[in-house]
Nanobody, 122 residues
């Protein structure tokens, strides 16, 4: 499975961005997609996750109510709509695929994209 993330950029505090991640290859055995982020000097953390049908989601407490994860199951694309962005959202955002669960547990994700930079200026 290959993942291609896009949509990052520079935005001011309070602004919005939408990230996309397209999955290709043998996606038939995958179950869920997740977004993670890593800020400079910090560990990578889970942001949101969703199963392909969209019926189950996970959000980190820090983004709940501001970020929305969604899927286009037919195209195998996952989106992360990020609203009311804050400087602390600045990070490299990664998408990942899990064969088993909608989860925040990084070790349960089997394939990773290359990351896209999101920078929120104050």
């Amino acid at each position: 499975v290959q993942l291609q993330a896009s949509g990052g950029g520079l935005v001011q505090t309070g602004g919005s961005l939408r990230l996309s991640c397209a999955a290709s290859g043998r996606t038939v055995n995958t179950y869920a997609m997740g977004w993670f982020r890593q800020a400079p000097g910090k560990e990578r953390e889970a942001v949101a996750a969703i199963n392909w049908s969209g019926g189950m989601t996970y959000y980190a407490a820090t983004v709940k109510g501001r970020f929305t994860i969604s899927t286009d199951n037919a195209k195998k694309i996952v989106y992360l709509q990020m609203n009311t962005l804050k400087p602390e959202d600045t990070a490299v955002y990664y998408c990942a695929v899990s064969r088993t669960l909608v989860t925040a547990m990084e070790k349960l994700y089997n394939y990773w994209g290359q990351g896209t930079q999101v920078t929120v200026s104050s």
